[in-house]
């Protein structure tokens, strides 16, 4: 893959709009497993997935089935989901930052 195209290079050219559910993943793991690349690991957790909406529901032993993911990097994506949980659910603030003031 050129590096122009890598997720990284692309996310700081054009912004985290313009990456693919993939490529985002593949931020977040950061590598893949020996011999296979992190894009592929992506895909695969996608397509077991179905949707990223339902990571949101898997443990830790759903995320460690995919090959290259081991206890750190579940812990890791559990992490994250859970993140994105308390964001899903959080009441809008008046926060400047996010209100354009």
Not at 14 to 42: C, F, N, Q, Y
């Amino acid at each position: 893959m050129l590096a122009s195209e890598r997720p990284q290079e692309r996310l700081e050219r054009l912004g985290a709009t313009a990456l693919s559910d993939r490529e985002l993943l593949a931020m977040i793991l950061r590598s893949g497993p020996k011999g296979g690349d992190v894009l592929s690991m992506s895909g695969q957790l996608l397509q077991e997935a179905g949707s990223l909406g339902t990571l949101l529901r898997w443990s830790a032993e759903d995320f460690t089935r995919i090959r290259g993911i081991g206890k750190v990097k579940a812990l890791q994506l559990l992490a994250v989901m859970d993140l994105a949980k308390r964001i899903l659910h959080e009441e809008p603030a008046d926060d400047p930052v996010f209100s354009g003031a």
